[in-house]
């Protein structure tokens, strides 16, 4: 079922990135951003009487669903529904790096900072125009990368990562004598 503009969705914690959940795009997702708690939910108005014989809850590999009930309004109470549960591992649709980030940029995301202890920051650093990133600074172990994933690919830096780029910070300049 694709989402309709007269649902009403929202949740408890984080009602803000709730339609993250129901725009049907694998690089974005919805999360509580807190560990699992009573009184925690994902709430779907249709807007008037649905038959649904069937609920896809998709999760990214990092997240467990810990407890999860499916309840229906009868009325003024809300009744479970029987469900049978099964867990289906679904392989990504190749790489998102570049869709992330354009997904990012959507949101006027122009920058990104990372250091080479985020897990993820040998693959951008190393392949940063496949992220649809450039590099313009780097201090000790942490990079700014500019967002340019609305653009055309970018070409890869020259090969010269080995080389030590001098610290900013420590650069003399000396004036030029005449």
Do not use: K
């Given at each position: 079922m694709?989402?309709?503009?007269?649902?009403?969705?929202?949740?408890?914690?984080?009602?803000w990135e709730i339609g993250s959940a129901f725009d049907n795009d694998p690089v974005t997702r919805w999360r509580t951003k807190q560990t699992a708690a009573p009184g925690m939910y994902v709430e779907v108005d249709f807007g008037s009487t649905v038959n649904i014989d069937r609920a896809e809850i998709l999760t990214a590999p990092d997240n467990q669903?810990?407890?999860?009930?499916?309840?229906?309004?009868?009325?003024?109470?809300?009744?479970?529904?029987?469900?049978?549960?099964?867990?289906?591992?679904?392989?990504?649709?190749?790489?998102?790096?570049?869709a992330a980030m354009q997904e990012w940029k959507a949101r006027?995301?122009?920058?990104?900072?990372?250091?080479?202890?985020?897990?993820?920051?040998?693959?951008?650093?190393?392949?940063?125009q496949f992220w649809g990133l450039t590099q313009v600074a780097e201090r000790g172990a942490c990079h700014l990368l500019r967002n340019d994933a609305g653009l055309p690919p970018i070409e890869p830096p020259p090969q010269n990562r080995e080389r030590e780029r001098p610290d900013p910070a420590t650069?003399?300049?000396?004036?030029?004598?005449?």
């Open positions: 694709v989402r309709r503009p007269e649902w009403r969705i929202t949740s408890r914690p984080n009602p669903l810990s407890r999860m009930r499916l309840l229906r309004e009868d009325g003024s109470n809300w009744v479970p529904v029987a469900a049978t549960v099964e867990t289906i591992e679904t392989p990504l649709p190749g790489f998102l790096g570049r006027r995301a122009d920058y990104m900072m990372i250091c080479n202890t985020d897990w993820y920051a040998r693959d951008v650093i190393s392949f940063p650069v003399q300049t000396h004036p030029q004598e005449h």
